[in-house]
């Protein structure tokens, strides 16, 4: 007796519907970043004058105040606006499809996209600010390692995607100029407007942190490291793309949840007619 064995057929495994959509997600965010480093290179690059200059690094154009004897101020009423929190980081990409699950760096994220409605900030300013403000959350964080992934996750994506397409127009909605002599009571105003609102009981700070941030420069490091203190000042908002993907989203999983639930009807009707059938087989007249 000769025993042939036959290979086993292999049962194909069965992903779920968040499986599917983790993959679509990180293939979408791989293609994100790719574009963005396509574009980001393609890019012109600016001196501090706003000029061409094939030899620097890329420069976002800076407000600039043509007529003598002006300064670059903030307008008096402040609008900090963060589209999408760290979900909207990306700027002309692919957006991260509603998966940002490390909720405790969205303050810094907002952070981030209220820097570029800070008149006098550069960049790097806020590169360097948003970079800070991730590691220190991610040193005190429960779950540290995680906190660090996704942290590193969101310097690479700012690092690819042209900020100075959200930056200049930031700084252009942001910045106004005024004769020399207005300009620092301008940012005592602007100060006090800040601490009285929230934090009243330091308003003693005002005169002296305007003597200290008397450079527009100055100025806005200071606006931008107290708004990363007092996250209230920004407006949140949700990115629009952002809100797409996560209606499409939605949808699919509720294309998904009654397809399972026609599919499980149509099974019971199959199990009663075959029951049915049996209970006819069994009653036969001969």
Do not use: W
């Not at 450079?215 to 708004?227: E, I, Y």
């Amino acid at each position: 007796v000769v025993l042939i064995k036959f290979p086993k057929k292999k049962k194909k495994t069965l992903h779920t519907y968040e499986d599917v959509m983790e993959r679509r997600r990180l293939f979408l965010v791989g293609l994100g970043l790719m574009m963005m480093f396509v574009v980001g290179k393609a890019q012109f690059n600016f001196d501090e004058n706003g000029g061409f200059n094939p030899n620097r690094p890329k420069f976002c154009r800076p407000y600039i105040c043509r007529k003598e004897d002006t300064e670059v101020v903030p307008k008096r009423q402040l609008k900090l606006i963060s589209q999408g929190s760290c979900s909207g980081l990306s700027s002309g990409g692919i957006s991260m499809m509603g998966q940002n699950k490390d909720k405790e760096l969205d303050s810094c994220c907002d952070a981030r996209h209220a820097c570029n409605n800070i008149c006098g900030t550069s960049l790097k300013m806020c590169e360097d600010i948003f970079e800070s403000c991730l590691n220190a959350t991610c040193a005190t964080s429960i779950n540290s390692d995680e906190c660090s992934k996704n942290a590193n996750m969101y310097k690479l994506i700012g690092s690819l995607s042209d900020g100075c397409k959200k930056h200049e127009p930031g700084q252009d909605m942001a910045c106004e100029c005024l004769p020399s002599e207005k300009a620092q009571r301008r940012r005592t105003q602007i100060l006090s407007d800040i601490y009285k609102k929230y934090s009243p009981d330091s308003i003693e700070k005002v005169q002296s942190l305007t003597e200290k941030a008397n450079t527009p420069k100055k100025f806005a490091n200071l606006l931008a490291r107290l708004v990363t203190k007092f996250p209230s000042m920004i407006q949140v908002q949700v990115d629009p793309q952002q809100a797409y993907f996560e209606n499409l989203m939605k949808q699919s999983k509720a294309e998904a949840a009654a397809s399972s639930s026609n599919n499980k009807e149509d099974n019971v009707v199959v199990d009663e007619i075959v029951d049915g059938l049996e209970d006819e087989e069994d009653h036969i007249e001969l």
